[in-house]
């Protein structure tokens, strides 16, 4: 094949083309198509980064720094964050929140967008050379100011997104209708349309949980656990498959490719009694992104769009993906049948569970 044949065609196909009909729009749905174009840019420069690998440095190293939670800050996770912050001046962005910020900034106090981003997910793979990501949701500045901009339900996203860094860079966005596919083609350094209407299949045999905290889980998740590991021989009747890559964006891009479920429960580790992963920046975007390809996205008992976080790094249950599946695990956690099935002494299914 020569270098001629294997350009991807970009007319009309480049992301700045695909946003100029919302950008066309004006107001809020323009300043977010035009907040997106400058999270890509920031995108392609983190992406630049990462290829480099060993060669920028040592990204994967501790800073000696830690987040709001205290989670150690890599190297990476600060230089991602640098490159957001630059990319968003100029945009209408008011205010942005990150996960390597303790507080809301507010960057242009008249602008009238607000972002909320998680600048590199997965950064305990940065040394493995696993897929991680940039994650980021696109709020409307509230007029009640910043904290008002993101204490309210994910359903107010204008759009939402993530970027995998992997084999190759693909950036999965919504702006509300539905989700498209872009592939980063490095020659001409913009992100091209590769695939529209992105949808999770309803049902699925694949999931993906840590195991390893199988003895911390509440009953509803080792039930539903449980069930799949005993397959054909279990009360499902079929077999199932399970993957886990501690990485979001890494399971979220599979589970878009080809359907499955994606859980981390609330468990009984101190500090983990909401789960691991952040409402604001990771949650509700993923969740934007689920139920727009026709999945679904729960903490269990509530949707994820529908909670209204009150602290800036709220955690919350996660559990996302194929729709039949969420809605199968939603209703182990609410029917209390499964709740009397469960031997108080062995903390087992009891014999007379349907
Ligand atoms: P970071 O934002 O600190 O990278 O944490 C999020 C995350 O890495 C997710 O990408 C992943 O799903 C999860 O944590 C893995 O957690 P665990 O190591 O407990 O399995």
Same mark, same amino acid.
């Given at each position: 094949m020569s270098d001629a044949t294997r350009r991807p065609d970009l007319s009309g196909r480049t992301l700045e083309a695909c946003l100029e009909p919302a950008i066309a729009e004006g107001g809020d749905k323009?300043?977010?198509?035009?907040?997106?174009?400058?999270?890509?840019?920031?995108?392609?420069g983190i992406s630049d980064l990462i290829a480099l690998g060993p060669l920028a440095g040592s990204l994967g190293a501790v800073t000696g720094g830690a987040n709001a939670d205290g989670d150690?800050?890599?190297?990476?996770?600060?230089?991602? =964050?640098?490159?957001?912050?630059?990319?968003?001046?100029?945009?209408?962005?008011?205010?942005?929140a990150?996960?390597?910020?303790?507080?809301?900034?507010t960057l242009d106090p008249a602008g009238s967008i607000a972002v909320a981003v998680d600048p590199l997910d997965g950064s305990s793979n940065i040394d493995a050379n696993v897929s991680?990501?940039?994650?980021?949701?696109?709020m409307p500045a509230s007029p009640d100011g910043a904290s008002a901009s993101f204490f309210r339900p994910g359903r107010d996203q204008l759009a939402a997104g993530y970027v995998i860094y992997g084999p190759h860079t693909a950036l999965v966005l919504t702006i509300g209708d539905g989700v498209g596919l872009f592939i980063l083609d490095p020659a001409s350094r913009q992100f091209v349309k590769a695939r529209t209407n992105l949808a999770i299949p309803v049902s699925t045999r694949e999931y993906a949980i840590n195991?390893? =905290? #199988?003895? &911390?889980?509440? =009953?509803?998740?080792?039930?539903?656990?449980?069930?799949?590991?005993?397959?054909?021989e279990?009360?499902?009747?079929?077999?199932? =498959?399970?993957?886990?890559?501690?990485?979001?964006?890494?399971?979220?891009h599979r589970i878009f490719s080809r359907g499955g479920v994606f859980l981390y429960p609330a468990d009984n580790r101190p500090g #983990?009694?909401?789960?691991?992963?952040r409402l604001i920046y990771e949650a509700a975007p993923i969740a934007f992104l689920a139920e727009q390809a026709g999945g679904a996205a729960t903490d269990g008992t509530a949707p994820i769009l529908d909670k209204i976080?009150?602290?800036? &790094?709220?955690?919350?249950?996660?559990?996302?993906?194929?729709?039949e599946k969420v809605n199968r695990i939603t209703g182990y956690h609410v029917d209390p049948a499964f709740e009397r099935s469960v031997s108080p002494l062995f903390e087992q299914r009891g014999l007379f569970r349907a």
């Open positions: 323009s300043a977010a198509a035009r907040t997106v174009l400058a999270l890509a840019t920031a995108c392609i150690e800050q890599k190297e990476l996770d600060v230089q991602a =964050n640098d490159l957001i912050l630059a990319a968003l001046a100029g945009t209408a962005t008011a205010f942005y990150s996960e390597e910020e303790d507080a809301i900034m991680i990501g940039t994650i980021f949701s696109v195991a390893s =905290n #199988y003895r &911390h889980w509440t =009953n509803p998740i080792r039930l539903f656990i449980d069930d799949c590991i005993a397959g054909s279990g009360p499902r009747g079929r077999d199932f =498959n399970m993957r886990w890559v501690a990485s979001l964006v890494a399971e979220t #983990y009694q909401s789960g691991r992963l976080p009150t602290t800036l &790094h709220e955690r919350t249950p996660l559990i996302f993906g194929s729709l």
